[in-house]
């Protein structure tokens, strides 16, 4: 008896399985695949009737609604961008690539994949937790531009950067405790970085947030750090080793208590009549100064930029002989402390 061709409805489940009363053989539900979707790889059905793919499975931008029937297990990447997406249910257990379900109106994450070798990307969509997600990336892991008022349900390692930027964050509690790459929580609500990893192996990007302290912050961070533009008043709470540059501008800083230890990099702060400069030379590894008059950050100070320079790195000989140097150029208030 012949089968009657599927109709192609929205979701996906349609379009593998739907029948007229008839069952379709794995060989027809195949050539669905091939004519409707692109993936890589000689796909079958397991002995419970489960679509698996050796490759790629992508299935972006085809005006779904649903998961279900999508392949159980995914060898290379599963792409389900750009979709009319409310719910994950139905995605594959276990993806050997990177998983992409972002530009989807999705509310939460439940039915996301267990493990994803590679990236997450489930950014621009209206998220407000991260309830479901993977425990364990493998690359980066991109929830950007949603409404997460939390990170609760977060993985707890990551193994690229982690990307929480523009959302609706005011506390980073239930991030993941280590971060092999870079760590982005830009344009959220925090006030203080309580819940923030412990390792960072790469930079840490805490700019454009209504930060108060930096309580919380990873004891030391692999490449960058950048509290600028913030409500800060003084550093404490800041890294102890920062492995790249570290930038303070933009805040409302009156004391440098706090500052790293150790800046491998260039040392960023707006200078005001009360900025302690003096403590800026107990820090190691600093390698360019960069002093900029407020309000405007593009303006800069060459001669305390070339002060600092010549003294920086003389021990105590040479912070004395800084501070006699700024008296003279009119710094009165700012060899305190």
């Known amino acids: 008896m012949m089968t009657q061709q599927p109709k192609y409805y929205r979701d996906l489940l349609?379009?593998?399985?739907?029948?007229?009363?008839?069952?379709?053989?794995?060989?027809?539900?195949?050539?669905?695949?091939?004519?409707?979707?692109?993936?890589?790889?000689?796909?079958?059905?397991?002995?419970?009737?489960?679509?698996?793919?050796?490759?790629?499975?992508?299935?972006?931008?085809?005006?779904?609604?649903?998961?279900?029937?999508?392949?159980?297990?995914?060898?290379?990447?599963?792409?389900?961008?750009?979709?009319?997406?409310?719910?994950?249910?139905?995605?594959?257990?276990?993806?050997?690539?990177?998983?992409?379900?972002?530009?989807?109106?999705l509310t939460s994450l439940a039915g996301a994949p267990v493990k994803v070798g590679g990236d997450f990307y489930c950014r621009n969509n209206q998220l407000t937790s991260l309830e479901g997600a993977p425990m364990k990336v493998g690359g980066y892991f991109d929830c950007r531009n949603n409404q997460l008022t939390s990170l609760e349900g977060a993985p707890m390692e990551v193994g690229g950067w982690f990307d929480c930027s523009n959302n609706q964050l005011s506390s980073l509690a239930g991030a993941p405790t280590t971060v092999k790459g870079d760590f982005d929580c830009i344009k959220n609500q925090l006030t203080s970085l309580e819940g923030a990893p412990t390792i960072v192996g790469g930079n840490f990007y805490c700019y454009f947030n209504q930060l108060t302290s930096l309580a919380g912050a990873p004891m030391e961070v692999g490449g960058d750090f950048d509290c600028s533009y913030n409500k800060l008043t003084s550093l404490e709470g800041a890294p102890v080793k920062v492995g790249g540059s570290f930038q303070c501008f933009k805040n409302q800083l009156t004391s440098l208590e706090g500052i790293p230890r150790s800046i491998n990099g260039g040392f960023v702060i707006t200078v005001n009549a009360t900025t302690p400069l003096l403590k800026i030379l107990t820090v190691e590894g600093i390698t360019e100064f960069y002093f900029l008059k407020p309000p405007n950050t593009h303006d800069r100070i060459p001669e305390l930029e070339s002060l600092f320079k010549e003294f920086y790195g003389r021990g105590a000989r040479g912070r004395l002989l800084c501070g006699i140097e700024m008296l003279k150029m009119g710094y009165k208030r700012n060899t305190g402390r």
């Open 14 to 105: 349609d379009r593998l399985l739907e029948q007229d009363n008839t069952d379709t053989s794995h060989q027809q539900r195949l050539q669905v695949l091939r004519d409707k979707f692109k993936y890589r790889g000689p796909a079958h059905f397991d002995q419970e009737d489960q679509l698996v793919v050796p490759g790629d499975f992508d299935c972006s931008s085809k005006q779904l609604t649903s998961l279900a029937g999508a392949p159980v297990k995914v060898g290379g990447y599963f792409d389900c961008y750009n979709n009319q997406l409310t719910s994950l249910e139905g995605a594959p257990k276990k993806v050997g690539g990177y998983f992409n379900c972002s530009n989807n109106p």
